[in-house]
């Protein structure tokens, strides 16, 4: 799978104004972000809210994002975050004849109060895919669509120009991809996808595994509501496709996890029969488990490892 053609001419140039619907997570509803288009590259539109423009956001800040998206990661100076995980998941879907994905950096509204705290630090939003007005079940209300391949990047307090900035990226774009092959995929295995794209791209969750260490016994598969207790969360299902990647067939196991319109167990269940394992899957998860508290590949011919 290779990158769209480089010579698809951009329907939109710099300086481009547009308004997106974006999502507010301390109300739960939509409002619209004033942005306008600082780069085009070949794979990418990068807008900016005008609001962080030449305060959060500059020039210089955008070049580095169009770079890491396009041509240069540190997993691979070679190949950017779109074609690392094109490579090695598949295409992202393309609703809008497009084939360059709308990046908007913006400062989400969370309830993040300085000088710590929590925060969003991006997210995807499956409703950008459907046409239209979209009812969500869950809150009750219509939101609107931009109708596009997009993701957010928060700008405040997250430096997007930072490798922690990037990860978010490769983090969410995972997620446009995976709802591409998935649009029902559960929680914890879309995540760890998510994360597992960071690391495939160079950019490492570290800080999700420490969460993980300090509260080790949170469900693998049970996911909570609220985003801010989640942390930990992150750090296993990482640990998992991690485990699965390193054991269990390599980045092909991992690609067919994505691909499967299989949900949760029954996705990852099928991708390592396919990869020619045919246990029980609750044999991997304790080996799991011990690999995690004992992280010792001299064992068990390195299945602890």
Not at 98 to 121: C, H, W, Y
Not at 205 to 221: A, N
Request: glycine letters at 10%; proline letters at 6%.
């Amino acid at each position: 799978s290779c990158a769209p053609a480089q010579n698809v001419a951009p329907k939109f140039n710099v300086g481009h104004r547009r308004n997106f619907f974006a999502f507010d997570f301390t109300n739960s509803r939509q409002y619209v972000s004033a942005a306008t288009l600082r780069a085009v590259g070949d794979l990418c539109y990068v807008y900016v809210e005008d609001d962080a423009w030449n305060d959060r956001v500059n020039q210089n800040k955008v070049d580095r994002v169009v770079r890491a998206f396009e041509s240069d990661t540190p997993g691979d100076p070679s190949r950017g975050i779109y074609q690392i995980q094109v490579d090695g998941f598949g295409p992202p879907p393309d609703i809008d004849n497009d084939p360059r994905v709308f990046l908007l950096l913006l400062d989400i509204r969370d309830n993040f109060k300085p000088p710590q705290g929590s925060f969003v630090a991006g997210y995807f939003t499956s409703v950008n895919q459907q046409v239209g007005n979209v009812r969500d079940p869950r809150w009750g209300v219509t939101f609107q669509s931009n109708e596009t391949e997009m993701v957010y990047v928060d700008v405040d307090p997250l430096d997007v120009s930072t490798n922690a900035g990037m990860g978010i990226l490769a983090h969410e774009f995972q997620h446009l991809i995976h709802f591409g092959f998935d649009a029902g995929e559960e929680t914890w295995v879309n995540e760890g996808a998510s994360e597992f794209a960071m690391f495939l791209c160079g950019y490492s969750p570290t800080s999700h595994v420490r969460q993980f260490e300090v509260e080790s016994s949170v469900s693998l598969v049970d996911w909570p509501n609220g985003v801010g207790s989640s942390l930990p969360y992150y750090g296993s299902a990482y640990l998992w496709m991690l485990y699965l990647y390193e054991q269990y067939g390599g980045l092909d196991t991992l690609k067919r996890i994505v691909q499967s319109p299989q949900h949760g167990v029954t996705g990852v269940e099928t991708a390592l029969n396919a990869a020619g394992f045919s246990g029980p899957i609750e044999s991997v998860f304790s080996d799991w488990r011990v690999a995690i508290a004992a992280d010792d590949d001299t064992l068990d011919g390195g299945r602890h490892g």
